[in-house]
């Protein structure tokens, strides 16, 4: 054999009870997984009080261009995670045209960088996937990623930024980019409905879309209308429609956030557990934390992002327009902030594309606006303007207790929703699958270890429909981790989020090494992760 790991404690990823083997790989494969312990390979690891798990498969990444420029990409690679998602929030880079391309990479600037430094040489998913394929030389990329189609950036191609229904003819053009995107190896289609102009479409519209997602087997990915008021009725939404439309559904970070929602998750799982029962085919992903991530734009009212861009820094540079957005956000509650007044309190300025405005990062738009002696709206309108909606924020409104009921469902995936721009980054982008191993498992013991390994493997490899990968079996990929578990824990914080976890010693891609003894080899065993049929 090519390679043997001797002795590992092995967590197959089935959640069944784990046990001590030799793991022999042979072409980038498991070959035969031994308990007598007398395999013998060309090479040979010894795994001795280390655990041997499949590799960990991040169901939410913004790492949409990060993979196309950065062939070290150690903030997934060291937490053993070997696949992420991409294209999330409907709002990503393919199928575009010329005009789309420019205005989301304006839109998005803030989860992936201007794209100044990318070569957009694709324009259509397949084109994307192949990049990926091809990048660096030919090599591929750090880490294998599969990709959902974006249902705003979709809209945007076919109807533009107007808060209007499609026509019939534009319905059919976007049925038309959804199903070439599935075709060319999309595994399904994302939606980002507090985000324009996804957030534009009706329920009609997107039940027509997701339609077709089905039937190519695909499923529906939906950052749904409101974490916050309305939270439940909008995860209602979300069921019924995709019940209607015959279509699988992932529900994206499925938090219950703000001060509406304190204690709430029992009335999630409720809902949840209730259409299970009735045979929808649901799952989700969450991260192991209590603050979100997003673009201070976001907050924004959807009528004040209407028309894209320039239209948003044409409203905020008028004086009448910026008051009535002000009026919006912090007195009504604007659909940008799920439905709530916004406490300037609990936003943290986390990045800026502008170097020349660090000085707001890791503080909050209320303490920046009190050392300015100004009102918070003033400080968060100049700075929207000056980093041209280029900032990136976390906000403050999460509740421990609902993140750990929901981290508990049986149809829970990992998801670290990681951005990787800015200055202060969210600490989930470094630290969500240790956090998983460590804090949750091993401290707290919110889940057994097992099961954990399984909300990180098999359970979102299910979801993909990846029928050889997600589990320790003979005859599957050799995408694999080796942990120790006395001591695997997240090396992020909020002071330090770019810190890499400990713990995590050993990574491989299709039996290659991307990690080996803590360090990062230069290794880009990754690829595009097409849906399979």
């Known amino acids: 054999m090519d390679l043997v790991i001797r002795g590992a404690q092995v967590i197959d990823g089935s959640g069944g009870a784990s046990y001590r083997a030799d793991v022999g790989i042979t072409e980038g494969r498991i070959t035969t997984i031994s308990r007598d312990g007398r395999l013998t390979g060309t090479r040979v690891l010894d795994a001795d009080g280390l655990a041997l798990s499949p590799g960990f498969i991040d169901m939410h990444a913004h790492s949409d261009l990060a993979l196309l420029r950065d062939p070290d990409h150690s903030a997934k690679a060291a937490q053993g995670v070997t696949l992420e998602v991409l294209g999330q929030d409907g709002l990503s880079y393919a199928p575009v045209d010329d005009r789309t391309l420019a205005a989301v990479r304006t839109a998005i600037t803030g989860w992936n960088g201007d794209g100044s430094d990318i070569d957009f040489d694709w324009r259509t998913v397949g084109e994307y996937l192949d990049r990926l394929d091809r990048n660096f030389g030919g090599q591929g990329i750090a880490v294998n990623a599969a990709y959902l189609i974006p249902q705003g950036t979709v809209r945007m191609h076919a109807v533009g930024w107007d808060d209007r229904p499609a026509t019939p003819r534009q319905l059919d053009r976007m049925r038309q980019l959804v199903a070439d995107g599935m075709e060319q190896g999309a595994v399904g289609m994302s939606s980002g409905l507090t985000y324009t102009p996804g957030m534009y479409a009706d329920d009609a519209e997107l039940t027509e879309l997701c339609r077709v997602v089905a039937s190519y087997d695909g499923y529906y990915c939906p950052h749904h209308r409101s974490y916050g008021a309305g939270a439940l009725e909008a995860y209602e939404e979300m069921v019924e429609l995709t019940r209607t439309a015959g279509c699988a559904l992932h529900l994206a970070h499925a938090t219950m956030n703000f001060g509406v929602n304190k204690g709430r998750a029992p009335d999630l799982i409720a809902l949840l557990d209730e259409a299970l029962a009735d045979g929808a085919d649901i799952s989700l992903d969450t ?7 997003t673009t201070l734009v976001a907050m924004l009212p959807s009528w004040a992002s209407e028309g894209g861009p320039d239209s948003i820094m044409a ?12 009026h919006h956000m912090e007195v009504i509650g604007a659909d940008g902030c799920h439905g709530v007044p916004i406490e300037w309190d609990t936003i943290e300025v986390s990045g800026v ?11 909050t738009i209320a303490a920046s606006a009190a050392q300015r002696g100004e009102a918070p709206w003033t400080t968060a309108r100049r700075l929207l303007i000056n ?9 403050h409104v999460g509740h421990e207790e609902n993140v750990r009921a929901i981290m508990r469902h049986r149809v829970h995936t990992g998801g670290s929703d990681g951005i990787l721009q800015g200055y202060k980054p969210h600490p989930r982008a470094y630290g969500t699958f240790p956090q998983y191993l460590g804090r949750y498992a091993r401290e707290l013991g919110i889940l057994s270890l097992e099961e954990t ?10 979801r993909l429909r990846l029928p050889d990968r997600g589990l320790v079996r003979e005859g599957y990929r050799a995408d694999l981790v080796l942990f120790d578990p006395a001591t695997v824990a997240a090396g992020s914080t909020f002071e330090a989020p770019r810190t890499l976890p400990v713990g995590i010693p050993h990574v491989l891609i299709d039996g290659r090494f991307v990690m080996r003894d803590g360090r990062r080899t230069d290794v880009l065993a990754g690829r595009a992760v097409r849906r399979a049929g």
């Open 315 to 326: 409203r905020l540079q008028d004086d009448a327009t910026a008051e009535k957005i002000r």
């Open 453 to 462: 390994v399984a909300h990180l493997t098999s359970r979102p490899a299910a």
């Open 387 to 395: 980093d041209r909606l280029g900032s990136t924020i976390l906000q």
């Open 287 to 293: 991260y192991p934390y209590t603050p979100g991530c």
């Open 353 to 363: 594309s502008d170097p020349g405005l660090a000085g707001c990062v890791g503080k």
